[in-house]
Nanobody, 118 residues
Framework: VQLQASGGGTVRAGGSLRLSCAPSGGTFSTDDMGWFRQAQGKERHIVASIDGSGTRPFYTRSVRGRFTISRDNAKNTVYLQMNSLKSEDSAIYYC????????????WGHGTLVTVSS
């Protein structure tokens, strides 16, 4: 299943963006899902993940209190609401299936670029 991330853009520090992730075909309504990001020249890391029911989120420490992950299984969509954005949040954001909250197990689809200007 190809997952398409969208909603990225350029925003000033302190601003907000909401990312969306949906499959181009198929469904992931019962899968745990995660958002990852990769800054230029750096490795890809987990940002947040959520269980299949949408009731148990996980956040990496650097985004806790600023980002919120959610999902709408009826729409096969996972969201990442990003508030109080910082320049260090600038990266390409990807979504994929995960296990154990932080381990990516799905294929990588197209990411969406987030640029935060100071």
């Amino acid at each position: 299943v190809q997952l398409q991330a969208s909603g990225g853009g350029t925003v000033r520090a302190g601003g907000s963006l909401r990312l969306s992730c949906a499959p181009s075909g198929g469904t992931f309504s019962t899968d745990d899902m995660g958002w990852f990001r990769q800054a230029q020249g750096k490795e890809r890391h987990i940002v947040a993940s959520i269980d299949g029911s949408g009731t148990r989120p996980f956040y990496t420490r650097s985004v806790r209190g600023r980002f919120t992950i959610s999902r709408d299984n009826a729409k096969n969509t996972v969201y990442l609401q990003m508030n109080s954005l910082k320049s260090e949040d600038s990266a390409i954001y990807y979504c994929t299936r995960v296990r154990d909250w932080v381990v990516p197990i799905g294929s990588w689809g197209h990411g969406t670029l987030v640029t935060v200007s100071s």
